[in-house]
């Protein structure tokens, strides 16, 4: 079965720092992937996707993720975290057709 | 631009009772699925459709059911309410291919 593994359920980060948001599929083939980003009583949001063409993909709001076949794994970095990344994110697998799994989800909190 | 439209926002229900949640979408997607969302458990897939007249179960379908008799609208029918069933329901849907799911805001389902 495909699914999402989001490695830590909850990150602190000081205002400045890196971000580094972890999550691992498993897939005997290349997935679609995605990383979405919720916040409060909202709606989820995409940040960016997989989907086959560069390794290294470039989301919204200074995010990106590298795909990485041999370590099965599809991690969520930013340079330089700001008060405003404060959410929940979520890593997601499109696989056969409109099912998507979903992770346990990673709630990023931003210290000043 | 609507996107996806979910009615209502918030409900409570008596356990025993029925009631459907509205899902519409404008985007002309083929796609469309509903979601729970409980905390630590990430979105878990209900049902889903992959166009009007087909309709397929998830994860966790018991309690729940769904018609698609056009391509924008995807209700989602809790026939006999229950405390367990207290939660935060996502409509999503998406193109054919390897697009992203497009949410809608959410309705926050409260079963006394």
């Known amino acids: 079965a495909q699914s999402v593994t989001q490695l830590g359920s909850h990150v602190s980060v000081s205002e400045g720092a890196l971000v580094l948001l972890r999550c691992n599929y498993s897939?005997?083939?290349?997935?679609?992937l995605f990383w979405y980003v919720q916040y409060p009583n909202q709606g989820l949001q995409l940040l960016l996707k997989?989907?086959?063409?560069?390794?290294l993909v470039k989301g919204i709001n200074g995010f990106e993720a590298e795909f990485k076949k041999s370590e099965t794994s599809f991690h969520l970095t930013k340079p330089s975290a700001h008060m405003s990344d404060a959410a929940e994110y979520f890593c997601?697998?499109?696989?056969?057709?409109?099912?998507?799994?979903f992770g346990t989800g990673t709630s990023l909190t931003v210290i000043p | 631009n609507a996107g996806v439209t979910q009615t209502p926002k918030f409900q409570v229900l008596k356990t025993g009772q029925s009631m459907t949640l509205q899902c519409a979408q404008d985007?002309?997607?083929?796609?469309m699925s509903w979601y729970r969302q409980d905390p630590g458990m990430g979105l878990r897939l209900i049902h889903y459709?992959?166009?009007?007249?087909?309709?397929d179960q998830g994860e966790v379908p018991n309690g729940y059911n769904v018609s698609r008799s056009t391509t924008e609208d995807f209700p989602l029918r809790l026939l006999s309410a229950a405390p367990s069933q207290t939660s935060v329901y996502f409509c999503?849907?998406?193109?054919?291919?390897?697009?992203?799911?497009?949410f809608g805001q959410g309705t926050r389902l409260t079963v006394v």
């Open positions: 999503a849907s998406s193109p054919r291919g390897a697009g992203e799911a497009f």
């Open positions: 897939s005997s083939v290349p997935p679609y």
């Open positions: 997989y989907t086959s063409a560069a390794t």
């Open positions: 997601a697998v499109r696989r056969s057709g409109n099912q998507f799994y």
């Open positions: 985007m002309n997607h083929e796609y």
């Open positions: 459709s992959v166009g009007a007249g087909i309709t």
